[in-house]
């Protein structure tokens, strides 16, 4: 581009996305994770009242942000498509969300997951996949194309 050379680069963020020059997404894993259990942290200081209706609550919505961040339709399939130490890191996130509620430290995580309705990751992941595919089902059947 106008006789200049581009600069190789390790990573480079665009749209949000750690883009790495193997293309793995463990970094985006990563620094996912830290800014999760930097909220999380933040929440177990300064929530006084940690009701399990409270708590579960502000952590649906903190999610909800990270999620829109991550996993647009256009990342989505990078961002779903971790190594299995990776997908771990992120599960962790919860396992320690779903400790902080009083009374739930001394559960097993699926006890824990069960009693509050949530999902682990690898559901999640497997529930998305499912839509992306009644999604590319339906848009296709309907004469448009993605």
Known sequence: MDQKELEVVEEEKDLGMLIT???KASQQCTAACNR????LGMMNRTIVYKSKDVLLNLYKSCRILYTNQFSSTCRCTVWLRCY????????????R???MIPGFSKLLYRERLKRLGLWSLEERRNR?????VLYIVNTITNGIYV
């Open 84 to 95: 299995q130490k990776d997908k771990s890191l992120i599960e962790r996130v919860q396992h």
């Open 128 to 132: 998305a996949d499912l839509i992306q």
């Open 36 to 39: 999760a259990n930097r909220v």
């Open 97 to 99: 969300f779903t400790r």
């Open 21 to 23: 020059n193997d293309l």
